[in-house]
């Protein structure tokens, strides 16, 4: 079965950096343009960044836009997020997300955050 397994998260002070990871399993990741998006407590599901299959093609939102940095290695079938500058406002749960559609721009991907498979997340605490 496909399974998405995200590693990485955990907690970090204002001002540092994360890498996630997201390991997939059981699906031609090749074929899915992959993305993070993230839910902190209380609030909605919100849309962080997405990759083109290729990994040619990507979005952010603006609240991370010139901090973080979406990869792909479709060799190993994974998906990263870099975060740098982190900020007490990016404490979530992250989940990584297979989608057969892409998207180029974050509004589309509010809109629609529906995805084909989701990872079961990782916590980001970062703090003050």
């Known amino acids: 079965q496909v399974q998405l397994v995200e590693s990485g998260g955990g907690l970090v002070q204002a001002g540092g950096s994360l890498r996630l990871s997201c390991a997939a399993s059981?699906?031609?990741?090749?074929?899915?343009?992959m993305g993070w998006f993230r839910q902190a407590p209380g609030k909605e599901r919100e849309f962080v960044a997405a990759?083109?299959?290729?990994?040619?093609?990507?979005v952010y939102a603006d609240s991370v836009k010139g901090r973080f940095t979406i990869s792909r290695d479709n060799t190993k079938s994974t998906v990263h997020l870099q975060m740098n500058s982190l900020k007490p406002e990016d404490t979530a749960v992250y989940y990584c997300?297979?989608?057969?559609?892409?998207?180029?721009?974050?509004?589309?991907?509010?809109?629609?955050?529906?995805?084909?498979?989701w990872g079961q997340g990782t916590q980001v605490t970062v703090s003050s």
């Open positions: 990759i083109s299959r290729s990994g040619g093609s990507t």
């Open positions: 997300a297979a989608k057969k559609t892409y998207y180029t721009s974050s509004y589309s991907y509010t809109r629609d955050q529906d995805s084909d498979y």
């Open positions: 059981g699906l031609s990741f090749s074929t899915y343009h």
